[in-house]
């Protein structure tokens, strides 16, 4: 278990804090403690100006603790004792919004152990590492409805030299290497907002005005769902870093700030990111269905010819499997539930046979980065970097992304070490520039592995779908490695691609059939997911946010005149007409938690349409971060709840 930090927060203000047993507890000086008889309405509205916020000086702060942000914050504390320096003088702190580390992290996963070489030489020396089984074959099989049949394995899918674990073990392990070399790992801070400093005089030498990142502040806890304060409200805290990195995996929502903010992707002219949604399960086998290090991954069947994706099934250590299906968001029938895909491919005979007599100990889900260097933005802005699956690093026909996302994290690390150098032999107090960064990536291995395959994904995306991206992914694999003068774009978002459903017809899944497959409740009910039912809703629609009036433009039509209340109800009743009018509900199959659903609405009832309302249930939330990237309305903001709150996963 990760140890509790308390005796190195710092606080700078009237707030006292108390940190036991990685637990926040603060002591308010400035507001009387409410009347508990008191009703909802009687509470104080929040106001984030009048708050006052217990600040920390740090020299990094590193937003996620998943394999970027753990190694980039180990690279640091190496560089320190590589330079004769004390490592401890050198603050690096880690928020993580899961409950512990690893929480939040879920991949399939068979993990390339070339950075974690670099990183750490003689890991395979260290207690408790789980990179115990590895990769004995590679295969690849394409389904039909009832059969299946070997197909040619790219290279790029080799998986000699390669290990299959859980992600989540493994960044908890990496959690505790990064803690014993003196990083501050703080588990249950959510990332709220970044600290933006648009002074004159740190942005005097600076034309844009879109000032600098100074740092990061955590949400607040104990707000009831209308933005009030409860008894039990805690103001978040302000972590001052001369250093921030965003390491909060695909679509984060920091990542999204800065990228909006610095228009990270217009400066280089990078493409839309476009994204995969993977849903898996881990079971575990009868013996004599058990072949471990075994890896497959499969073509076709359930999806159809024109949709992007494909399966996995990889046997891990202690007699687990790890299954599930990768689907491309790009996708266009609205009727399509990624779910009941994984759940509708269990169903097939190969599958059948393999989970007979076993038993599912775990589900999840979250979606995956697939633009490649395409869709990679800028990887820096004043006072800060973007890292791993932040920047957008996987490489999808290799179907692995650790590697490359604790390479970047160490490359960061050696340009924010050395900015902090120069910061303090010139004594200056001018923005980090971490430019170096991106150009050390683009000198390395992670840069060329990704421009090799940069055409092989949107080849997919032509009249000829999945036969003409296997037939161009084949010839560019064994031939042309890339080595070609064009590069394939991708056109839109994923949300852009989605078609209506006047163009579909409705997609009949069989039932379950347990335990095989089941409902998306009692799935969901295996990743430990719990959020306050009564916080604020973390899944905003337009106006609905405390922290700041929405701008009119978030609106479709005229506002003028009109309330905050009154936009929200005008926003969610657009909302409605759109994605029940014209998208046939998209959201409520989408959603591999059942967040989203559209009901039956009394005639009239505020924010409803055609009778029909939408309902959020933003407790089962899973953090996949779907319902951002494929709403077709894009009206949906996927923020931080409070720290602690989403799934648990342990063996994902």
Same mark, same amino acid.
């Given at each position: ?347 097939? %005979?190969? &599958?059948?046979?393999? /989970? ?5 100990? @775990? +589900?999840? *889900? ?91 994904? %949107?080849? &997919?995306?032509?009249? /000829? ?5 296997? @037939? +161009?992914? *084949? ?178």
């Amino acid at each position: 278990m990760l140890r509790s930090q308390t005796a190195r927060l710092r606080p700078r203000s009237s707030v006292s804090v108390v940190y036991k047993f990685g637990q926040r507890h603060w002591l308010h000086h400035s507001r009387p403690r409410q009347n508990p008889k008191e009703d909802d309405e009687s509470r104080p509205l929040f106001d984030p100006n009048a708050i006052e916020r217990a600040e920390d000086d740090v020299d990094v702060c590193i937003v996620g603790a998943g394999p970027a942000g753990l190694s980039a914050a180990i690279r640091l504390k190496q560089l320190a004792k590589e330079k004769g320096k004390d490592p401890d003088e050198l603050r690096v702190v880690i928020l993580e919004k899961g409950s512990e580390v690893g929480a939040h992290t879920l991949s399939g996963a068979v993990i390339e152990p070339r950075a974690l070489n670099e990183l750490l030489p003689e890991w395979q020396s260290m207690d408790g590492h789980p990179l115990t089984q590895p990769a004995t074959s590679s295969k690849m099989r394409f389904f039909t409805s009832s059969s299946s049949f070997p197909m040619p394995h790219p290279p790029q899918m080799s998986n000699k030299g390669n290990y299959i674990l859980s992600l989540s073990q493994f960044t908890r392990w990496l959690g505790g290497v990064a803690e014993e070399m003196g990083v501050e790992i703080y588990p249950g801070f959510a990332g709220a907002s970044l600290v933006i400093d648009h002074s004159s005089e740190s942005t005097s030498d600076r034309k844009d005005g879109k000032g600098v990142v100074r740092g990061v502040r955590t949400n607040e806890v104990g707000l009831d769902r209308s933005g009030r304060m409860k008894d039990s409200f805690e103001p978040g805290m302000q972590f001052n870093a001369k250093v921030t990195l965003l390491a909060e995996g695909a679509h984060g929502s920091l990542t999204k700030q800065a990228v909006k903010n610095f228009d990270l992707r217009g400066a280089v002219g990078a493409d839309a990111q476009t994204y995969g949604m993977g849903v898996k399960e881990v079971w575990r086998v009868k013996p004599e269905n058990y072949r471990p290090g075994e890896v497959i991954h499969t073509l076709g069947w359930p999806l159809d010819w024109k949709t992007y994706g494909g399966g996995w099934v990889y046997h891990m250590a202690d007699g687990l499997v790890s299954l599930g299906l990768v689907i491309g968001l790009d996708y266009a029938n609205p009727y399509l539930s990624p779910y009941r895909e994984l759940q509708r491919m269990k169903h097939h %005979p190969y &599958f059948r046979k393999l /989970l007979e007599g076993g038993e599912r100990v @775990a +589900y999840g *889900g979250r979606v995956i980065n697939e633009g490649g260097v395409q869709s990679v933005p800028r990887l820096f802005f004043p006072g800060g970097a973007l890292i791993g699956c932040s920047a957008g690093l996987v490489n999808v026909p290799k179907i692995k992304g650790t590697h490359n996302a604790m390479k970047s994290g160490m490359l960061a690390a050696e340009t924010a070490f050395a900015e902090l150098e120069r910061r303090t032999e010139e004594d200056s107090t001018e923005p980090v520039d971490m430019s170096e960064y991106e150009s050390s990536l683009k000198d390395s291995w992670v840069w060329k592995e990704l421009r090799e395959v940069r055409n092989l994904r %949107p080849s &997919f995306n032509t009249p /000829l779908g999945i036969w003409g991206g296997m @037939a +161009y992914s *084949g010839v560019d694999s064994l031939f042309l490695k890339g080595r070609v003068p064009w590069t394939f774009r991708h056109k839109g978002t994923d949300a852009g691609h989605t078609g209506k459903a006047s163009g579909f017809k409705p997609i009949e899944y069989p039932p379950p059939e347990a335990p095989l497959s089941t409902d998306i409740m009692t799935s969901v009910s295996l990743t430990s997911t719990n959020h306050a039912e009564d916080q604020p809703i973390h899944l905003q629609l337009p106006f609905t946010s405390y922290y700041s009036n929405d701008s009119a433009d978030s609106s479709p039509e005229d506002t003028s005149g009109l309330s905050k209340e009154e936009l929200a109800v005008k926003a969610r009743t657009h909302h409605v007409k759109v994605n029940v009018g014209e998208y046939a509900g998209l959201l409520g199959r989408a959603c591999p938690a059942g967040v989203y659903e559209y009901v039956d609405a009394e005639k009239g009832e505020a924010g409803s349409w055609e009778r029909k309302r939408l309902v959020i249930n933003s407790q089962n939330c899973i953090h996949c971060k779907l319902c951002d990237i494929k709403v077709p309305t894009q009206d949906i903001t996927w923020t931080v709840p409070e720290g602690g709150g989403g799934p648990k996963y342990s063996v994902t």
